[in-house]
């Protein structure tokens, strides 16, 4: 009984091992497809006038790519803003951008504080994009 009860848990334990490394495989492969189509982006965020700050890399079991941004608040008013998501509806990346960056104008006007520059996006790339736009330098991270 004991044989068969340890059989029983070598093969389970292996087919978890297999399956593990099918869905690792698996999030690997969506993680660098939508690195590879966000690749396309940067370019047209620096065209809309943002300029990359940094760049990085991760490997892991989920790979991600992270990128700095910065520009000028004056060159994102929120008629500008409007333009750009007009021309890039058919873009989601693109268009995620630019409602955060909108969005993230509104709340901090509600606040009726100046604008400090520089304009920071951060995006993070991975199975679940991440976006974060700063008014200003962060002090902590």
Known sequence: MKDKFQKA???ASSFIKDQAS???DSAKEKAYALIHEWMSVFPKLEEYGLEM???ALSIAISPAVEVEMTGLHEQFTMER???ILKECKQKP????????IKSTYSLYDRMG???TDPLILKIRIRISPE???YI???LIE
Request: cysteine-free; charged content about 15%.
């Open 81 to 83: 803003i409007d333009e």
């Open 22 to 24: 099918n869905i690792g």
């Open 136 to 138: 200003g330098l962060p």
């Open 113 to 115: 504080k100046p604008y």
């Open 53 to 55: 700050s940094s760049f």
């Open 131 to 133: 976006i974060r736009v």
């Open 93 to 100: 990346a693109l268009q995620s951008v630019f409602t955060t």
């Open 9 to 11: 848990w070598l093969d």
